[in-house]
């Protein structure tokens, strides 16, 4: 009898162990069916959050994409722009300039002292509207890309001595000495003929304009296959500090009086632009208060590229 | 700028009494063809004009000028076409042709070129050396060619 107890009990304590047991499973296996849900939540958000991620990264190259070929596109019409413009602007210049300068030789008839100094004033207007034109163009073309330099032979010495004539009713104005030295071996340059008359024209409308007293000194020697062209001038210089902006676009360093003297300030950035092309380079010295001198070195033939 | 204003006074005084050369000026715009005809005129010239391209070919058919002054942007037919056209005509090959264009673009000289154009005048014209440029491509023509 108390055996048959004993191993009634002892079934009995086997069963709740079992049953707890079972419920302990249950409630692990619940815990870990919770898990498992909040497992695959997480891995189905991460997975939504992979694909958005995608989606917006696939639009952002679309959006660039898209913004470069705006940017090219605007890039030609600009450049369509300007071509137009150039031409637009140059078409009543043609009339401005032309009939003023008929009126001026007296073609139509005889002028008195009066309309000979108005006409000159519109005269020199127009040109410089013309000169200001040009610039534009000219850094437009070179920040595209696009400026193509020419070569021909011609004759440098020529080349200067017409700039020289050019200027020298300036300088005279002016009352300054306009001194010219070109050595005796300098003759023919194979390079854009246009283009370096308009390099030496400009340095030596600069030293022209920001001299006030004193010489201009223009020369030119040939050095190890190079022309070596050099415009030296007595007139108020540059800072140390403002030496590397000048050939910088748009940089018409503030002299103190703001704008005292006109120009794009286009010039010089051109000029070195242009020499680059050229194979050639620029460099000045200059003093403050004293004088500023700019170097030219051009490849006597053509450049090697 | 008076010592040079009479120059050309001067040369066409000269030359024109007996023969004048006779000049086509195609161009569409009112002033500029006023401007041009006028300082030809007054040089001596006698001035032909045409207002587009197509006209301009016909009036050089018809009057055979001695040298031609081609504006290249021209209702119809451009300059360049013209030129070309021109070009292909045997009795009018050796005609001198001069652009005279406010086209300044990198280029643009060197495309009249290969259309056919003998020279090359950019607008704004400058009229002080404006009759010598003109003068200069009779020049050669009456060197090179066999007279008018």
């Keep these: 009898m108390l055996m048959a107890l004993l191993i009634f009990a002892a079934q009995a304590a086997l069963i709740a162990a079992l049953f707890f047991n079972l419920v302990r499973r249950r409630r692990t296996e619940r815990v870990l069916m919770v898990k498992e849900q909040e497992l695959q939540k997480h891995r189905d958000h991460l997975e939504a959050l992979v694909e958005e991620r995608t989606q917006q990264l696939r639009m952002s190259n679309m959006e660039m994409m898209q913004a470069k070929e705006h940017a090219e596109a605007a890039d030609q019409m600009k450049s369509a722009f300007l071509a137009t413009m150039s031409h637009e602007l140059r078409t009543p210049l043609n009339s401005i300039i032309g009939f003023t300068g008929i009126l001026l030789q007296g073609l139509v008839g005889p002028l008195n002292d009066e309309q000979r100094k108005q006409l000159q004033m519109v005269r020199t207007s127009a040109n410089h509207l013309l000169a200001l034109i040009s610039d534009i163009l000219d850094i437009s073309e070179i920040e595209a890309g696009k400026l193509q330099i020419s070569r021909e032979n011609f004759d440098l010495r020529a080349a200067i001595d017409k700039i020289v004539q050019t200027c020298r009713p300036l300088t005279e104005k002016k009352g300054l000495r306009l001194e010219v030295a070109i050595a005796p071996e300098v003759g023919e340059l194979y390079s854009d003929a246009r283009r370096v008359e308009q390099i030496i024209l400009n340095l030596l409308s600069n030293a022209v304009k920001f001299t006030d007293a004193g010489s201009i000194n223009i020369s030119c020697v040939a050095a190890d296959g190079n022309y070596i062209i050099r415009v030296a001038d007595t007139g108020i210089g540059v800072k140390k500090e403002n030496i590397d902006e000048m050939f910088k676009p748009f940089r018409q360093i503030d002299t103190g009086i703001n704008r005292m003297y006109e120009g794009t300030g286009l010039g010089l950035s051109i000029c070195k632009k242009l020499l680059e092309l050229m194979g050639g380079d620029i460099r000045v010295e200059s003093e403050w208060q004293r004088g500023t001198t700019f170097t030219v070195s051009i490849p006597a033939k053509g450049s090697q590229t | ?148």
């Design chain 2, 1 to 148: 700028m008076a010592a040079g204003d009479y120059v050309y006074g001067i040369h066409t005084g000269e030359r024109e009494s007996d023969m004048k050369s006779r000049i086509l000026v195609i161009e569409d715009n009112e002033q500029n063809l006023y401007l041009v005809k006028f300082i030809l005129e007054k040089n001596g010239y006698e001035v032909c004009e045409a207002r587009d391209g197509r006209e301009g070919i016909e009036m050089a058919e018809k009057i055979k000028p001695d040298l031609i002054l081609l504006d290249i942007q021209l209702p119809v037919m451009d300059g360049y076409a013209v030129a070309r056209t021109l070009r292909t005509k045997p009795d009018l090959a050796t005609v001198p042709i001069v652009a005279v264009t406010s086209y300044a673009m990198a280029g643009d000289r060197e495309k009249t070129i290969a259309a056919g154009c003998n020279g090359y005048i950019e607008k704004p014209i400058n009229p002080d050396t404006f009759m010598q440029q003109v003068e200069q491509q009779l020049c050669l023509r009456a060197d090179g060619g066999e007279g008018k």
